[in-house]
């Protein structure tokens, strides 16, 4: 499986972005999907998940009510909505498949992960 992210770029704080991720074939559509990201001199992060069917989603309380993760099991897309942004959301941010169903935020638990897009938030 390969996950393909885009849509990373240079946005000023209060603005919005929307990260997609493509999956190279449909057998991540049982599989839960997650964000992560990666700030410079940082340790990768959580940011959100969603469960195979999108009935469940999961975020990082830092990203709770400005960012919206959702997915179109048919096309084997998943998405995220960043909205208000704010320079500290800048990072490296990373798709991921899960080997579980859920929407879970630990990173052992995905298999495999996109090649990361950056996004840059300017004050």
């Known amino acids: 499986v390969q996950l393909q992210a885009s849509g990373g770029g240079l946005v000023q704080a209060g603005g919005s972005l929307r990260l997609s991720c493509a999956a190279s074939r449909r057998t991540t559509s049982n599989n839960g999907m997650g964000w992560f990201r990666q700030a410079p001199g940082k340790e990768r992060e959580f940011v959100a998940a969603?469960?195979?069917?999108?009935?469940?989603?999961n975020y990082a309380d830092s990203v709770k009510d400005r960012f919206t993760i959702s997915r179109d099991r048919t096309k084997s897309t998943v998405n995220l909505q960043m909205n208000s942004l704010k320079p500290e959301d800048t990072a490296v941010y990373y798709c991921a498949a899960s080997r579980s169903a859920v929407a879970t935020s630990d990173s052992s638990l995905y298999a495999y992960w996109g090649q990361g897009t950056l996004v840059t938030v300017s004050s």
């Open positions: 969603i469960s195979w069917n999108g009935g469940l989603t």
